[in-house]
């Protein structure tokens, strides 16, 4: 190379910054003025002079790279958030090289560059709305699946391809359905019983003034596209899947009478046949295909979003299919397999057969080592138990959702859920272990079968029954709850789980098993107090559970442990939930611990007695509870030296008022 050219070609010095940040105009490319010869020529010696790594060894003419246009350095560039409207200052100009940050494609070639409402030149990264809009430009019509541009691959950039001119043929084909045709009489085929031939029958012939709308065309389309899908990837076929299925969702028979004209032609007989289609195989692909976490649940809300229409209705209840599916289906992957089996009792909830929800939760299907009864979180539990009890489900694809609740079929006779539930106790150790399992037993069986849409349970107050029943339950309880541990089928006693006494039975029964879990797993118990309020306004259950407690020394003082620690802990709780039971529940909540024939369960009603004094400001209804205790006779009751001073004293408060 001449001189002369190495001096024409050392013109300028492009400086490249990995980092945004480091960069003093937030660019990611620097050019340098080469006219600033003197400067430049400083810098290089400071190079030389101090022995830097950095050194300047070769110069070029400055030659500008492609950049988004909110990078230009030879146009100024304005940020707001959201602008549409119009081109803000100079931002419509441009450079050779400026690129549409929404498009990724040369601002000269993009066509919204400066569309009103659209305005792709004030486009920049800083902003929110800008960068969603180029998501859903790079996305395409993969956005409706809520994929993040990391999740998508080339396997479902062509199922999204596919779908897209899918989508548009079958607009062209749904709209020539629904302008429908005529048909002369003569031609319309007989679907009748017995079947004539064409023009024979005067009822189809009875036709030939109307318009016949003959889905056939959409349904062979569809069925195409199906075919196509399974013969593609799985990520691909799953996207064509979903697309398809909220397609033919959103289709409608604008005939304003039923029109008997097949399974293929009439739309209320084929769009859910083509959906019973997508279901088995997107059914089979979650089960067998190793998609992605992240995906997997993306496909499954997608697929749940779908809002189907009036005649998909016997569709919409596929769950006992999804059963079937499920006991019947091998695969490698035991875990997510197992995973998947664990929703078997809930999908049979909802089709309202809790029978075999309730058996299902407590058998292995096929070779799992385990039943599902054993992964059953509390939570989980508590729906079970609300869901037996009431015959009610949310009407939501899965547990957690907090939707209205519906009923869908009979609850489990008292009897049958107190059985189920307590298995479901023996058969998982946390949930035995657990006071909130425990609450919602006690509270599920206080309750009414009659549920509100909000999932809210009717707390019921029974009628304490006679003295001889209740030592005959409990005189049964010991051989029954040790079978149920066994596992053995039992069969309560007709003559003591009777139809007049058969919630107060139940609760019993619970109740004597609570006091064996307390003989034996008491050091595990994190917290009592929920399970004493959970009786509600039944005293009379909880006063035979603290009763038996009190024959055991150990078991009492930790109980009394716990209660007070709950107290101490939840005191502002305790002062809300009182002022929302009202006095008369506290009034009989003191009673029952001052009156206790064991002095270390009196101080339980002692300590509540004193927040309530302490916080009289936050118990409007205190005075109440004074009158209470007059009615109840507490002042004169021989409850001890400490308990008898602390009623006085607070019954002297408002009488000094």
Known sequence: MGPLKREE????????????????????????????????????????????????????????????????????FERTECDTCSPLGKNADICNQCYCYICDKLASECQNWTTPSLC????????????????????????????????????????????????????????????????????????????????????????NMEVVYKYSGVFALVTSFLSQAERESPKAAAVMFLGAAKEIALHKDPALSWQNLGHTASLKIAVPCLLQRITTQLQRMLVLCDFPKNLYEKFVNFFQSISLPCHCFGFSNSFKEVVRYLRAVKCNDTKRLRDLRDKIPFYLCKTGDFLDAAHS???????????????????????????????????????????????????????????????????????????????????????????????????????????DFQKGVLAASGGLLEELKAKINVCLPPAIFSPHFRHEA?????????????????????????????????????RLLLDHLSYEEHVLHGIVNLILRDLHCQKAAMLKLWQNLGPQYVGEFLCLFLTCRHKEMQSIGLFTLNIIMENLHMCPWAKHLCNFFHNAGLRHLPLGTAAHHEVSKFINIFENL
Request: include cysteine; glycine fraction near 4%; aromatic fraction near 8%.
């Open 9 to 76: 070609e050392e013109q300028s010095i492009i400086l490249i910054s990995d980092d945004e940040a480091e960069s003093t105009l937030g660019n990611s490319v620097l050019l340098v003025d080469p006219l600033e010869k003197s400067a430049l020529e400083e810098e290089k010696q400071e190079v030389v002079d101090e022995e830097c790594e950095l050194m300047v060894t070769f110069c070029k003419q400055a030659k500008v790279m492609p950049h988004a246009r909110y990078d230009c350095t030879i146009q100024p």
């Open 361 to 467: 939760l407590l058998f292995p299907i096929n070779s799992l080592a385990c039943c599902t009864a054993c992964r059953v979180t509390p939570f989980q539990f508590e729906v079970y138990l609300k869901m037996f009890r009431t015959g009610s489900v949310p009407t939501g694809k899965d547990m957690l959702d907090s939707g209205p609740w519906i009923t869908v079929g009979s609850p489990l006779k008292d009897g049958v859920l107190i059985k189920q539930a307590l298995k479901l106790l023996y058969s998982n150790v946390s949930l035995y272990r657990n006071p909130k399992c425990w609450s919602s037993l006690i509270m599920t069986l206080g309750s009414s079968s009659f549920l509100e849409k909000s999932g809210r349970l009717h707390p019921l107050s029974l009628k304490e029954p006679p003295l």
């Open 506 to 542: 139940c609760l019993i029964l619970a109740v004597q098993a609570i006091q064996q879990m307390l003989f034996c797993d008491l050091p595990y118990l994190t917290s009592f107090l929920e399970i004493v309020l959970a009786f509600g306004s039944n005293f009379w259950a909880l």
């Open 120 to 207: 792709h030149c004030n486009a920049h990264n800083k902003s929110k709305f800008w960068k969603d809009q180029r998501d859903f430009a790079l996305a395409g019509i993969l956005v409706m699946f809520n994929l993040e541009l990391t999740d998508i691959d080339a396997d479902l950039r062509r199922g999204g391809s596919l779908l897209i001119k899918f989508i548009q043929e079958l607009s062209v084909e749904y709209n020539k359905y629904l302008i429908g045709e005529r048909i002369p009489p003569t031609q319309h085929e007989c679907f009748c019983l017995p079947k004539l031939l064409p023009g024979q029958c005067n009822i189809c012939r009875s036709r």
